[in-house]
């Protein structure tokens, strides 16, 4: 049996390349791509916790969060490729329009 | 049947929403249909009830009907609850009865009128305020039916409002009121404090069981009583019921002479037990009421505006029904009240037919001869002046004859009240004297009209001179149910009708002999006052213009009102508006928009300094996210 630390620290892996994907990648597309990374390194740790702890809870914590990503996904790409045909362009430095 | 009668007030109540919130999508003959359906409803139900009431035995009213607790803090507390007794019931029958036939009136008088709409919500909606008003069973209430009226009043008075001087005059009707209803109000919360109650019941046991003293009661009466001179036009804040005339004609008619302004004697006979205590408020009232009666008629003498006259008319026919309330003479106060209301509003819808049939003209000066136009209008007109005068066999005779001859009568504990009862002669003398000459100068007489309004002259409408005729038949005959005592108690009627409610402590006595004598003086004022008008305007128009060159100060005295408008305006408003403009410059300006124009400046400057971290960049808002994280989770660990 794999002992749960190993599942955790995957969890931690993914989560770390994730946040910093999101940092240093310019276009949006890949830019979510690192979001919705760190969504599943949460449900991965979430899944994992409740496995070792012999609970219902976190699972259906994951159900809510792969259904909320899922709308998310087809909110955010819609978003993405209208603001493509607006702009030409999907560069997150490019795009401030809600500056200060 | 009795106990529909709390729906009297909410039949109206209901037709204000429904014109209001739908009234620019009905169609007129709906509206006009729906107004007067709606106040005619409630009459029928006020008559229901009375005949009810009539058939209950003593001891059993009033009936109270508890709506709802509408006010509950600690041991106060104030219900909406209405009552129906007698004195509720004559004064529901008054103001649904006339006020119906006032509405009747109004679609003729209204008809080409923008506003005809707005106007009718506006009508509903006083005929509500004044049965809450009427029908109240606390003070607190009353006072919500009280202002009710006053809004209306202010409304109505304004519905021209395009017209400054319309707009100016609501204005004034509605400041010179709230100076009244502080004194009400005060009143009311001595009340509160002392009683612990506001509920007439409550009151009046208290007040039968000794729990407030003389000098109480003094104060609190004469409080209440400052309220009933600025609703019902007395001394000194009687000033906004002339002016109140720019409003339309049946409003004057119905507001500013049967019903509203007579809120404050209904008020006094409503509390009546307090009165009865204390002599002393009860003189104030008498007094305030005699004065007024003969200072607003000797106004009248002098006045061009046909409206105008009828205006100081009603406040000096008022000051009779006050002096009935100062002497002990309550039934009678109500009395006249009662008759009033027939004739005053007769007098003021003749007055509208007059204007109707000349294009709107209201001076004097430019009428006269109108009798042969007006063959409607001018037998009625001289119904309701002959009724006013006081002319036996009228209406007005019965009930202004109770009131002196209760006053004569009082005279017997002191002379104060000779006193009383002699200014009540010398108004009726006047009253007489200004009726007849505005009688005289609108029908008789040479022809004064513009040729371009002759032109125009014509009768009113059905709907117009029906109303008219009803209210002369009752301006004839209301005094019929109230028969002088001396030709029988029994036969007075309308004193019977009130007795429980109107609890008349000192008994009073005339010989039989005295009686016939203050009848056959009041018969003969009348007739004097008739005929010093007719020598004046008929037989020989010269002697008034040589009156008034002769004594050209007491002329231009009366002519101008006794410059009390601009005496109150150099002392009262004047001042107010320089120290308003003072506190104004200083502290508004200053101290007030200061603190305003600050703080939106310290809102902008953090909103600029703030504005520097929103850069618009996706990431850098995960910058500051993750720091967040961060942070919160250094926090939660260590």
Redesign the interface.
Known sequence: MIPTNYFLILSVVLFVLGAIAFFVKRDLVTQFMSIEIMLNAANLAFITLARSANSADGQIIVFFIITVAAAEAAIGLAIILLIFRQKKTIKSEDIKLMKG | MTEIFWLIPFIPAASTLILAVFGKKLPKKYVSFQACFAVFASFVISAISAVGLLQTAHGNYPLVKNLFSWIQAGSFQVNLSLMFDPLSAVMALVVSGVGFIIHVYSVGYMADDEGYTRYFTYLNLFTFSMLILVMASNLVLMFVGWEGVGLCSYLLIGFWFEKHSAANAGKKAFIVNRIGDTGFLLGILFIFIHIGSAEFTAINEAISGGAISVGLATLIAILLFVGATGKSAQIPLYVWLPDAMEGPTPVSALIHAATMVTAGVYMVCRMNLLYTLSETAAQVVALVGAITAVYAATMALTQNDIKRVLAYSTISQIGYMFIGCGVGAYAAGMFHLYTHAFFKSLLFLAAGSIMHALSGEINMKKMGGLRKYLPLTYPTFLIGAIAIAGVPFFSGFFSKDAILTRAFAQGQYSAFYYFIWGLGIMGAVLTALYMFRLVFLTFHGEERLDPEVKKHIHESPKVMTIPLVILAFFSVGAGYIGLPVVLGKKLNFFGKFLEPVIKEVKEVHLSIQTEWMLIAIATFVAFLGIFIAYVFYIRSPLIPRNLATRFPTIYKLMFNKYYVDEIYNAVFVKPTIKWSKIIYDNFDLKVIDGAVNGTATATGFAGKI??????????DY??IF?LGVIIFLAYLLF
């Not at chain 2, 703030?610 to 850069?615: D, G, I, V």
């Open positions: 703030l504005s520097y971290f929103q850069s618009g960049l996706i990431k995960g910058l993750l």
